[in-house]
């Protein structure tokens, strides 16, 4: 249940079973603390998956939040059912008392109304309520994540009053339970999992304005105080891609672990030309060179790849490993895909990154997202999924060069965002490269996406239609 401000709440509750408490991590944390209990989604997390995308999402609205934390809180208030109702009125997937859903609740799939049964406004409001209750708990003694998530269930009023979280047994298993069960929902960076998404998290963000100050939490909103600067990009990405939290400036990143000399760089290292700046170094990038940085180097220019031999980097610099990650073996920059599946089909890229799914929201699109984004270095081979006729290779406005292929069985899968066409005409087989990734229309870094249409009609969800064809996106 959530924000009850009484003085006694037990009781008030059916408790679900106990989850013993994950402890994340070990040994030396060298400056780097975890968020909570976990960051990004692990692939397999059991979670309903028409919720996944719009959870992402919800927990970009600060930074403390992550998707881990989210789902985990909205497990234990309602066990995914959207119409629930408590025994003192509380309602729907997370749990909102009439009273304040009317001043906290949001419009997150901009049907034009507020309502606590639609699974998707509950989410966004409870990730919109999530932050108004860190910033009202903010400066009391305890963990933060702690403290809000005290607050959602008994008030802020309570925690503000007790100095911590209170008294009470049934808030005190609500914090215990969320944060245990959002360990086992997340990614794990020691498995390359959460490296992976720290770097794509990055390149997202290439192209974007920099801002001395900003706290990279909308670079590319219009707000440029939610824009990156170098070490807030470093901060932003670890705490989105894995729920691990650097320092906020330089002089703590730079301490943040031990110095890396007399061995090879890893993905995700820090480093720094001088105390004042800082970049990540992402390895190999296609179509741009080995040995890349990833920054945000100054006003007046964006966020970008640079060459780290060439930047000052490597003969003036420090490189840190973050102690977290000092357990990594050499990680590829994106996972592996599911290989080839059933009746011929396969995936459209050997290695890549999932990022933006299949009926998301946000800004960057006019609609909720009709694709799945493959995130990948410029200029990687995309391959067609099945064998078909190619019927336009040419640029297509928003979807900037986009390739469509028609399949044996009438349905049309579309390439988009492509740096270039391989293969502009003519029948192609299972497999075969067809174009090159890219960034061109309306993007926010390199990637493919793909949309899937079946008869030519209208798009359906790709991650599902790729598992149907016995493939493990």
Known sequence: MVRFVVSVLAGM????????????????????TLAGSGGALREDAKIPAEYRPHIEQAATKCPELNPALLAAQLKQESTWDPRAVSNVGAQGLAQFMPDTWTTYGVDGNNDGR???????DAIYSMANYDCVVLKEVAGIPGDPIDLMLA??????????????????AQTQEYVRIIKATAAELAASAETGEGMTAIIAWAQQQLGTSYSYGGDCTDAHGPNMARHCDCSSLMQMAYLRGAGLKLPRDTYGQIDAGPKVTGQPLLPGDLVFPNEGHVGMY?????????????????????VRYAHFRDSGYWSKGVVVRPSVLARLAAAPLAKTGGGEGQGGWTLPLASYTLTARFGQSGDRWAHNHTGLDFAAGEGTDVRAVGGGEIVEAAWAGAYGNRIVLRHGDGTLTWYCHLSSFVRPQGSVATGEVIAKVGSTGNVTGPHLHLEVRPGGGAPIDPYAWLQGKGLKP
């Open 114 to 120: 507020k309502d606590p049964f639609d699974p998707i």
């Open 13 to 32: 509750l059916l408790f679900m079973v106990l989850v013993p408490v994950l402890l994340l991590g070990g040994g030396d944390s060298g400056g780097v």
């Open 282 to 302: 992402v390895g190999t990038i296609p179509g741009f060179g080995d040995d890349t940085i990833i920054e945000a180097p100054k006003t007046g220019l964006n």
């Open 151 to 168: 607050a959602y269930n008994a008030g802020p009023n309570a925690v503000q009053r007790h100095q911590g979280i209170p008294p009470y």
